[in-house]
């Protein structure tokens, strides 16, 4: 996958020292080789998860001297079909001199300039300086599967595949304002926010070109509301070619791969599905990996996560060579495990317990694999979640995975002072925020039944908004350890082709993910097809809330905390006389998670608080 940084300043000459410090920031999304490209006003910096061509492909990579041809890309990311494009650029005229897909998007941007997004399948963040244009162009794969930000500067631009490649720079200061905090204590993802005063993410499915005259963001791809006229048969067969299509095309790769299999219809689906690739092109057994149940000694009682049970079910079913990582409280609660969450993601989160035990997963991952294959993005497309099926909560008149799961996230009116809480009025960034989201399609204005109209709506909802936050939490957890994850349920063919079938077909049994069901039936153990669907394993032990409580009260009374102008009065008192049971009422887990993180990303990143 890889990391990308670098900058342009029109008024004067780049610093290669400082191309260097932004470029190293990316280390451990590239571990296997690093390059810095640098002209006159553009630094290009590249650090290398060998994947696809592991001799060629070094990057930032240039096409040369030759007049009308001069350019340099640097590219995170996989571009599928690569081999196709390669095979139309060469009847074009265009020589290569690797086999990898960074050549042959090189070779498209000359061929056909920033056009060529509408030529790509796959997932990648990539930047093209064009030097007889002095252009830059920023791009970002549709479904924003890999991330890209960049900082507007008074003379160009600054960008990274993560925060902290700008931060690096020294015309950047890291500050949160209001807007920022806003984000962090919400749950609903804003395409292009970036927390950070002055920093954006490209959208997805956006570009981004930086020349003299500024800076221009355009959207190159966009779900639109259409009409399914397939018929359920031919819904469910077509969702089975595109599955094998997909997933065949995305076994492509130079270094060692595997799953991640849950035991859920999802990742089971793509297991079985790799495992017959495998079978048929010789490749031995496909290997894959699972979190078993953090509550193992029977402590936790009714409602124990079963994936263990299920994986290694579907694992024998298909041949894999299945691994299996324990998960335990003490575990994800070290400090410096918390500290490298925090370094790989840049951003305070809510799921600190999901996002360590991620972590943990990928590291051992990469001992064996370098690509992995998720299924991610499953639920978002086929409606697995109960906010999408249950009507009332679908009907809600905001984001329904707030409307359902509100509960879990209450606190913030027992940490932050009444006077912030105002100023940031939630409950109306949150409405502005669902009602923004809904107008980019309209669906009202083109379905007649208003029920089926929200029903698109939400299925939009979480595919733009929802699966956004579970991709930045896999890439950054993976990449972290060096791993590339790919997500074949995000191709955006697949995407598009569900998007528009009616809510009744793809519900049609009663169930959840009725279609995808459907097509896998014959593929998969009767028990794994029927199963349903249960959430991420996460630690229930009342310790690891005791942990967090224990915690957060050090810091109320610490008082140095740069959080201490915003916290509550009334809670900082009950803490001094009762302690950390001052924080058992009202305080949800991903509450005191958010906080305490939010005061060690303060800390850690030295970040000026302007509200």
């Known amino acids: 996958m890889c990391g990308i940084a670098g900058w342009v300043d029109f008024a004067r000459p780049v610093d290669r020292d400082v191309a260097r410090a932004m470029t190293d920031t990316m280390a451990r999304r590239g571990p296997d080789a690093e390059g810095v490209w640098i002209a006159d006003h553009v630094a290009l910096g590249h650090r290398r998860l060998s994947v696809i061509d592991l001799e060629g492909g070094c990057q930032p990579m240039t096409s040369g001297e030759t007049p009308g041809s001069r350019a340099a890309l640097t590219y995170s990311g996989e571009t599928y079909n690569f081999r196709e494009l390669r095979s139309q650029l060469v009847s074009l005229g265009h020589s290569f001199s690797t086999r990898s897909d960074t050549e042959v998007v090189l070779r498209a941007y000359l061929q056909w300039g920033p056009a060529l997004v509408t030529r790509l399948e796959g997932i990648y963040a990539f930047a093209v300086w064009d030097q007889e244009k002095e252009e830059l162009l920023l791009v970002r794969d549709r479904m924003g599967v890999k991330p890209l930000y960049y900082a507007e500067t008074p003379s160009g631009v600054l960008f990274g595949s993560e925060p902290k490649a700008i931060l690096a720079h020294p015309a950047f200061r890291a500050v949160l304002d209001a807007e920022g905090l806003r984000d962090i204590l919400s749950v609903a993802k804003v395409p292009g926010h970036a927390i950070f005063r002055g920093m954006r993410e490209v959208p997805a499915g956006c570009t981004v070109r ?115 990582l324990p998960l335990r409280a003490p575990d994800l609660l070290d400090p410096a495990l918390r500290s490298s969450v925090l370094k790989a993601y840049d951003l305070p989160i809510a799921k600190g317990d999901e996002h360590a035990s991620l972590h943990l997963l990928f590291d051992i991952v990469r001992q064996h694999s370098t690509v992995a294959l998720s299924g991610e993005c499953g639920d978002e497309v086929f409606g697995g979640y109960r906010w999408q099926r249950q009507e009332d909560v679908v009907l809600s008149t905001t984001f329904p995975w707030v409307y359902e799961g509100r509960q879990n996230y209450q606190g913030n009116d027992v940490v932050f002072t009444p006077d912030l809480l105002a100023k940031l009025d939630l409950d109306t960034y949150e409405r502005d925020c669902h009602s923004a989201a809904v107008a980019e399609i309209s669906a009202g204005d083109r379905i007649a039944d208003p029920t089926e109209a929200r029903y698109r709506e939400v299925t939009y909802l979480a595919l733009t908004r929802h699966a956004q936050v579970l991709f930045d939490r896999k890439d950054r957890m993976s990449m972290a350890c060096g791993l590339e994850v790919r997500v074949p349920f995000a191709d955006h063919r697949l995407v598009e082709y569900t998007f528009n079938v009616p809510w009744a077909m793809k519900s049609f049994d009663g169930r959840e993910k009725s279609l995808l069901r459907a097509a896998m039936k014959d593929l998969l153990p009767e028990a794994v097809a029927q199963r349903i669907k249960t959430p991420y394993p996460s630690i229930r032990a009342d310790a690891y809330n005791r942990t967090l409580r224990e915690r957060l009260a050090a810091v109320i009374l610490d008082g140095s905390s740069p959080l201490a102008p915003l916290l509550s009065p009334a809670t900082q008192a009950r803490v001094r006389s009762q302690g950390a049971a001052a924080l058992e009422s009202g305080m949800s887990r991903a509450a005191l998670e958010t906080t305490l993180q939010l005061d060690d990303w303060l800390r850690a990143y030295d970040v000026d608080v302007v509200l």
């Open 210 to 324: 930086v020349n003299r005259a500024g800076l221009t963001e355009d959207r190159y791809w966009q779900l639109e509301v259409a009409e399914h006229t397939d018929s359920l048969e031919r819904t469910v067969h077509t969702v089975r070619e595109l599955l094998e299509s997909v997933v065949e095309q995305q076994m492509v790769s130079d270094v060692p791969l595997c799953t991640l299999l849950s035991g859920g219809l999802d990742s089971s689906s793509l297991t079985a599905l790799a495992a017959q690739v495998s079978r048929a092109k010789g490749q031995g057994r496909i290997r894959s990996c699972s979190v078993s149940d953090p509550d193992l000694d029977g402590t936790a009682g009714e409602g124990a996560n079963e994936d263990h049970i299920y994986a290694r079910l579907l694992a024998e079913h298909v041949g894999s060579l299945h691994s299996e």
